[in-house]
Each structure stands twice: as C-alpha cells, then as structure tokens.
C-alpha cells in the first residue's frame, strides 16, 4: 500500500486506535477485534512488547489492514517497523530525521505537534497528516478550530484525551481523524477478551464519526 493510499484511507475511516497494552498477544487480539469490528486500522507503539512482530503478523493476517507503528523515536526503530510492515509511522513529536526517513521509504508519516509554530514545522518537514497531541490539554476541540483558521491546508489527527463525548467535536473542528485508546480499547475489556464489548464501542465511534461529518461541508462522509 502506497504512502497515499495510506493517507487516504486513515481520512476515511477517520480512527486510529492506539493499541496501548501490556503483551504481544494483547495487542493482537486488539487488533483483531478492530478488524471484525469494522475498524481496520490500528497504530501499534512501540511501548508493546514486540511491537515489530505483532505489526508484521497482522500484516499477514490481514493484509489489507492499515497497521501502523507508534511512538517511534529514532531511524532504527522506524526500519524495524517499515521492515515488519508498517503502513504509517508517527511519534508524540517532530523528529525529522525519522519523518526522512519515512519519507525515503515511502510510508505515511503523521509526526506530533501542539503549537502552530511545530504544526507548521512537521508540515513542512514532509508530515503527510500532523498530529496535535495531546489534544486535550491544549485546550481541546476549540483549539483544534483555532489552528484550521489559519492553516486549512494541514490535515490534522488528534490525539490525547479523545473519548465519546469530544470526538464529535473534534471531527466538527476540523479534524481528519481521531486518534482513541483507552475509549475504544479499554483495558478491563482486552484483559478479558471482551470482543462484542470493543465491537459495541467501534460501532459508537463509527457513528458520532458519521454524524460529525454530515455537519460539514468540507469532508464527503
């Protein structure tokens, strides 16, 4: 999957869901209910044990899932991933080396940011989506519709604090895309293999996103 098609895809299913979990077979299962829960696309980080493995044995499950790699800090872990299949590459903040990288090999790389000033700076460093995060701590769904006042060219994802009652309000701000952890996956439910209960959450998210974006005039739902 090309670097575009990625991008393209992550803004129409407008989810990222961040697989934070404590084992590798967490993290699979995670991913797998994501998939049969009619959301394909998940951001492994780096902080699961395994990381490159548990990427590179759903990329073979499930080929046309979008699998992405979080929290990656440096080249070499950037390599790991893409290796393992990584379809996207993104990091709480800018580091441009890894957003060259990325570049090199043609995978999609969505870098962090908060102030305008590092929302510009990822853009023009060759992000292909920028990441606000955390989102909720700068200030929410407000802030996130302050920053497209003046930068409407720059996709943004958020990130950070992101849940049923603010995801709305975020798609309806601007945002291209919601990055969800522990709303989505919560761990009571990976811990105890609670399939329907992520299911249930996927088809809420898939919803409000749904709604949000028939509100807007600048998106095809």
């Known amino acids: 999957m090309k670097s575009n098609e990625v991008v393209q895809r992550i803004c129409q299913i407008g989810i990222i869901p961040a697989v934070r979990v404590a084992s ?3 993290a699979e299962f995670a991913a797998e209910a994501l998939f049969t829960g009619e959301i394909p696309i998940a951001e492994i980080p780096l ?4 990381a490159p493995a548990v990427i590179a044995t759903m990329r073979k499950r499930h080929p046309e899932m979008v699998l992405g790699a979080g929290t990656v800090l440096d080249v070499d872990e950037a390599r790991r991933c893409i290796d393992a299949g990584a379809c996207f590459i993104t990091s ?3 580091i441009p080396d890894v957003v060259d990288y990325a570049k ?6 969505l870098p962090g940011a908060l102030t305008p000033s590092e929302v510009i700076a990822g853009w023009k460093a060759g992000a292909d989506l920028v990441k ?3 989102a909720a701590v700068a200030g929410g769904p407000p802030y996130v519709r302050a920053l497209r006042v003046p930068l409407p060219q720059i996709p943004l994802i958020v990130s950070g604090g992101v849940n049923q009652l603010t995801a709305f309000d975020y798609i309806l ?3 291209s895309a919601i990055g969800i952890g522990g709303a989505l996956l919560p761990q009571e439910a990976l811990r105890n293999r609670q399939v329907r209960r ?4 996927a088809l809420r998210f898939r919803t ?3 709604q949000a974006r028939s509100q807007r005039d600048d998106v095809t739902p």
């Open 198 to 201: 992520i299911h249930e959450l």
């Open 104 to 109: 090199q090999a043609s995978v999609a790389i």
């Open 208 to 210: 409000i996103l749904q």
């Open 92 to 94: 709480p903040g800018l």
């Open 132 to 134: 606000i995060f955390p």
């Open 173 to 175: 701000a601007g945002a």
């Open 24 to 26: 590798a077979s967490e």
């Open 47 to 50: 902080t699961v044990p395994d």
